[in-house]
Antibody, heavy 123, light 106 residues
């Protein structure tokens, strides 16, 4: 069974940094692209960032480009999101999601999700 | 970025009804269109991918159709557990974008 468990969310002040992590199990982690998707309070879903199986290709939403960095450690079956220069607009539940595609690319189809971690940015 | 427009934003139905939700994209996405279901306080669940392929383990009462810019999700015989929120999402080009959601109420 695929399991994704996010951690690291907390209350943080604007302008500060935070690092989220996602521990994966139940599948061959280094076979799949991975993503972060967020959901603001009472809002819809927003794709934040994605990374291919080997970290060779990454992508970001315009709203986080230059501030967030996605990475992965295949030896630890872990995905990360380094978030810098946080603003109140970044307040959201952050989900880790597995891409449906194995191999060298990504499909942008999210077939398994973690339960999420709450990030609150407030003075 | 590809814009997604779902309609309606909410709808009311009774158990056993047939419900259809539509999704329109701002440019053609071929058949790279997916549907997710989200219960309150839970992670989304993939229902349909590539416009009409039902994800493993998903009930056959869910079906999807469409191509290009116009798509639909149909629930044949709505059950009590189906009264939640549904999102469409395009996987044609990054950044991957979602519709604003459709809440199905009893």
């Amino acid at each position: 069974e695929v399991r994704l468990e996010e951690a690291g969310g907390r209350l943080v002040q604007p302008g500060r940094s935070l690092r989220l992590s996602c521990a994966a199990s139940g599948f061959t982690f280094d076979d799949f692209a991975m993503h972060w998707v967020r959901q603001g309070p009472g809002k819809g879903l927003e794709w934040v960032s994605g990374i291919t199986w080997d970290g060779g290709r990454t992508g970001y939403a315009d709203s986080v480009t230059g501030r967030f960095t996605i990475s992965r450690d295949n030896a630890r079956n872990s995905l990360y999101l380094q978030m810098n220069s946080l603003t109140t607009e970044d307040t959201a539940f952050y989900f880790c999601a597995k891409d449906i595609l194995g191999g060298s690319g990504w499909y942008g189809i999210f077939d398994s999700w973690g339960r999420g971690t709450q990030v609150t940015v407030s003075p | 970025d590809i814009q997604m427009t779902q309609s309606p934003s909410s709808l009311s139905a009774s158990i056993g009804d047939r419900v259809t939700i539509t999704c329109r994209t701002s440019q053609s996405v071929n058949n790279y269109l997916n549907w997710y279901q989200q219960e309150p306080g839970k992670a989304p669940k993939l229902l349909i991918y590539s416009a009409s392929s039902v994800q493993s383990g998903v009930s056959s009462r869910f079906s999807g159709r469409g191509s290009g810019t116009d798509f639909s999700l149909t629930i044949n015989g709505v059950q009590s557990e189906d009264f939640v929120t549904y999102y469409c999402q395009q996987s044609f080009s990054s950044p991957w974008t979602f519709g604003q959601g459709t809440k199905v109420d009893i």
